[in-house]
């Protein structure tokens, strides 16, 4: 499992949803590696995050032929077994050399009831078993043009802050996803992104501490493309990428993870 802590190495992050089979992922991942060279993950950690189907099949790609993409997941239940028929549990994924996994994306909140005490406790569990969790975080359009932006990501990183210790919080990755940009080709302005983003580090410079706020990594995502990456990237509060379908296509992805370079 990589050390993923401590530091605010940009981070580019794909986030596939439910796409690509296990064999799809595969063939995106060795597409993906083939792009990427030494220079590329020195400059940035690199994940992709398969649906639960392809996580073993990856693995073992990215062990074989010792890639430096880290694995990731989308979701975990906080219990590490039981009766829970569906889920999968953060020591599941800990076996399986993931190193990140993605709590309270918006789609489970929104579609699928969780609440800002289930994320506090996956992104607790995550941890527990030597994971990092992205913590997502976002408004609806409905709260964007009623001004309650700044309230609803307020609550929800205080929320996911409370669990976790000082240390932890260095470790941690949030991501700021506006619900109105996920998918819609309607990206943040860079402006926009980076208040909200500066928002996240002073909840945790206030909540935590001045050192957790200088460590925690923020990525941006909804909408992220080639052609916007790097003004996103430039803003100062602005430490990654959390990507959805523009990672689905390796060479797309990798010219995202290069951005600096432009193509
Ligand atoms: P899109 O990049 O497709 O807007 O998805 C963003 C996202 O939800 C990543 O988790």
């Given at each position: 499992?990589?050390?993923?802590?401590?530091?605010?190495?940009p981070l580019i992050s794909g986030n596939w949803k439910?796409n690509h089979?296990?064999?799809?992922?595969?063939?995106v991942?060795?597409?993906l590696?083939?792009?990427?060279?030494?220079?590329?993950?020195?400059?940035s950690d690199v994940s992709v995050h398969p649906?639960?189907?392809?996580?073993?099949?990856?693995?073992?790609?990215?062990?074989?032929?010792?890639?430096?993409i880290l694995?990731g997941?989308q979701?975990?239940?906080?219990?590490?077994?039981?009766?829970?028929?569906?889920?999968?549990?953060?020591?599941?994924?800990?076996?399986?050399?993931?190193?990140l996994?993605i709590?309270?994306h918006?789609e489970?909140?929104?579609?699928?009831?969780?609440?800002?005490?289930?994320?506090?406790?996956?992104?607790?569990?995550?941890?527990?078993?030597?994971?990092?969790?992205i913590?997502c975080?976002?408004?609806?359009?409905?709260?964007?043009?009623?001004?309650?932006?700044?309230?609803?990501?307020?609550?929800?990183?205080?929320?996911?802050?409370?669990?976790?210790?000082?240390?932890?919080?260095?470790?941690?990755v949030?991501a700021y996803e506006p619900?109105?940009a996920i998918g819609t080709g309607?990206t943040a302005?860079?402006?926009?992104a980076?208040?909200?983003?500066?928002?996240?580090?002073?909840?945790?410079?206030?909540?935590?501490?001045?050192?957790?706020?200088?460590?925690?990594?923020?990525q941006y995502g909804g909408s992220v493309k080639p052609t916007n990456i790097a003004?996103l990237m430039?803003?100062?509060?602005i430490d990654g990428a959390l990507v959805g379908g523009a990672s689905l296509d390796p060479d797309e992805f990798a010219r995202m993870v290069r951005w600096?370079?432009?193509?």
């Amino acid at each position: 499992m990589a050390d993923t802590g401590g530091s605010r190495k940009p981070l580019i992050s794909g986030n596939w949803k439910m796409n690509h089979n296990h064999l799809e992922a595969i063939q995106v991942v060795q597409k993906l590696s083939y792009a990427l060279d030494k220079a590329d993950y020195d400059a940035s950690d690199v994940s992709v995050h398969p649906p639960f189907t392809g996580l073993r099949s990856i693995q073992t790609v990215l062990d074989a032929d010792r890639i430096p993409i880290l694995l990731g997941a989308q979701n975990c239940h906080w219990e590490d077994k039981g009766a829970f028929t569906g889920e999968v549990s953060a020591p599941m994924l800990a076996k399986l050399n993931v190193s990140l996994v993605i709590v309270g994306h918006s789609e489970r909140r929104q579609l699928f009831g969780e609440t800002d005490d289930m994320v506090s406790k996956k992104a607790q569990a995550v941890f527990a078993h030597g994971m990092t969790p992205i913590v997502c975080v976002g408004e609806t359009l409905e709260e964007r043009e009623a001004g309650g932006t700044d309230d609803k990501v307020r609550g929800q990183v205080t929320a996911a802050l409370s669990g976790l210790s000082p240390d932890q919080v260095s470790r941690l990755v949030f991501a700021y996803e506006p619900i109105w940009a996920i998918g819609t080709g309607r990206t943040a302005s860079a402006a926009d992104a980076q208040a909200i983003c500066g928002l996240i580090r002073g909840l945790v410079g206030d909540h935590v501490s001045a050192e957790a706020a200088g460590a925690v990594r923020v990525q941006y995502g909804g909408s992220v493309k080639p052609t916007n990456i790097a003004e996103l990237m430039d803003q100062p509060d602005i430490d990654g990428a959390l990507v959805g379908g523009a990672s689905l296509d390796p060479d797309e992805f990798a010219r995202m993870v290069r951005w600096r370079t432009p193509t």
